[in-house]
């Protein structure tokens, strides 16, 4: 928890200027910031520390721009969640002052993305094109999940789903993972056909390949700015960089 803390302080430290020339830098440093919550997370799982560390490398490897944006996808539908609730209670409370001009705009706000750094961008503001196109992809998949009501215990099963994958290459214990994978499928089904409908858990599925796809382009764009803007410079030595290219310990999160 101490970690956890100290790397959340250490992300909502970063506020990106878009405008900066150092745009790049800033925000491959809060990804890499990202990356070390997300292995953090992993390495608490039980399921996780029965696995071989060359095989949970690959896991992370395999699934790390997934499970960063089911992160974000998650922040939007819990502050939504809170923001409604917060204006239901303003509405049936006669001494209230009414929601606050936050809670408000994360209530009627669909085009605005709420940042892993508690920063805000407007769809409107993106100008490169690919960014943009992925940027709607990714609120097409929020609206998705906020039409689903997706709860916590189902945004967590979806990443051990995510992370536990026995499609991943090399695997040296493909059926402890698959196992795994069985166990939380499972458990998601029993969960969501009580506090949901009969067929919720098959809408939660039905947008991983989406994200799947929205983070391989992303991982596309992060080789390709390392590659042809920074020879290779932007992500030497860094988390971030040893995700993307192989093969690695990730010693600095052991």
């Known amino acids: 928890k101490c970690t956890e803390t100290n790397i959340m302080d250490a992300i909502r430290s970063i ?30 799982s039980i399921f996780f520390k029965e696995i071989k560390i060359d095989d949970q490398i690959k896991l992370l490897k395999n699934s790390w721009s997934d499970i960063l944006l089911l992160d974000l996808m998650w922040k939007q539908c819990k502050t939504a969640s809170m923001a409604a609730a917060a204006a239901a209670a303003a509405s049936n409370s006669a001494s209230s002052n009414g929601t606050s001009a ?19 961008i407007k769809l409107s503001t993106i100008k490169n094109q690919q960014l943009y196109e992925l940027s709607k992809g990714f609120m097409r998949c929020v609206s998705h999940f906020k039409a689903c009501n997706l709860q916590y215990p189902e945004y967590l099963a979806l990443k051990y789903l995510v992370l536990f994958d026995p499609d991943v290459t090399d695997i040296s214990n493909t059926e402890h993972v698959e196992e795994v994978q069985q ?9 969501t056909s009580v506090n949901g409908s009969p067929d919720k858990f098959a809408q939660l599925l039905l947008k991983l390949p989406d994200i ?24 030497d030595g860094c988390l971030l960089g040893e995700m993307l290219y192989g093969p690695s310990s990730l010693s600095a999160s052991q």
Do not use: H
């Open 102 to 120: 936050l809670e408000q705009f994360l209530l009627n706000n669909n085009d605005t993305i709420y940042c892993v750094n508690d920063q805000f």
């Open 212 to 235: 799947k796809l929205i983070g391989a382009e992303i991982k596309q764009i992060l080789v390709l700015l390392d590659k042809k803007t920074f020879n290779g410079g932007l992500l």
């Open 183 to 191: 166990l939380v499928s499972t458990a998601l089904i029993e969960y």
């Open 15 to 44: 506020k990106i200027d878009f405008n900066s020339p150092n745009v790049c830098q800033m925000t491959c440093s809060l990804m890499e910031k990202w990356c070390f919550l997300m292995v953090d997370w992993a390495r608490q």
